[in-house]
């Protein structure tokens, strides 16, 4: 599993867009920021199966809507340069600075998107007492999830970003034991 590099990158923020024009953004703030090595810009997405008209389709929808995570050093030229970037809406502060998203809730983050940006599918055994995550990027994080609804093919997790609690859907393989 690839997880990003934690230790030798910058601070990460957390830039808030139009709801809908995230992945927009981002290459506007790639073609802004061309050349730039020491920066990345990331839209954590998730796979998740929905049934339309009786058929089910694989759909990507943002991990965090109206959200882009900022990966690298922001100069006080870099703030007032996003700040003109159509559906850029704010670069979220504290009183005096860009606000860092804590290294605890970046680091969950990294792990979910072991293939880029995408968060994949996890499979799951489901025995009497415990659910077992066997693989897929919900691997060791057991922990987060809050309920599995195994006829939509989700479990629903429970992630803190941005010092908040916030709960995402994320698509699962589920496999039952049967009792013994």
């Not at 809908?20 to 796979?47: A, C, N, S, T």
């Not at 987060?144 to 006829?151: K, P, Q």
Request: proline letters at 3%.
């Amino acid at each position: 599993m690839k997880m990003y590099n934690l230790e030798n990158m910058g601070k990460w923020y957390a830039l808030f867009v139009m709801t809908g024009e995230e992945e927009k953004v981002k290459e506007r703030l790639l073609y802004r920021f061309r050349g730039r090595d020491d920066l990345k810009i990331v839209v954590p997405m998730r796979k998740i199966r929905e049934r339309r008209n009786g058929i089910w389709e694989v759909r990507l929808k943002t991990l965090f809507p109206g959200y882009i995570l900022y990966n690298g050093i922001m100069e006080t030229e870099d703030y007032y340069n996003m700040k003109e970037v159509p559906g850029l809406l704010r670069v979220l502060k504290n009183e005096y600075e860009p606000l860092e998203i804590h290294y605890d809730e970046i680091y969950v983050i990294s792990r979910l998107m072991c293939n880029g940006e995408i968060i994949g599918t996890s499979t799951l055994y489901k025995s009497v007492e415990k659910i077992i995550v066997v693989d897929g990027p919900l691997v060791g994080l057991e922990g987060l999830i809050e309920s599995v609804d195994a006829r939509k093919g989700r479990a629903k997790i429970r992630l803190n970003f941005l010092g908040e609690p916030r709960l995402a859907d994320l698509d699962i393989n589920m496999i039952q034991i049967a009792k013994i």
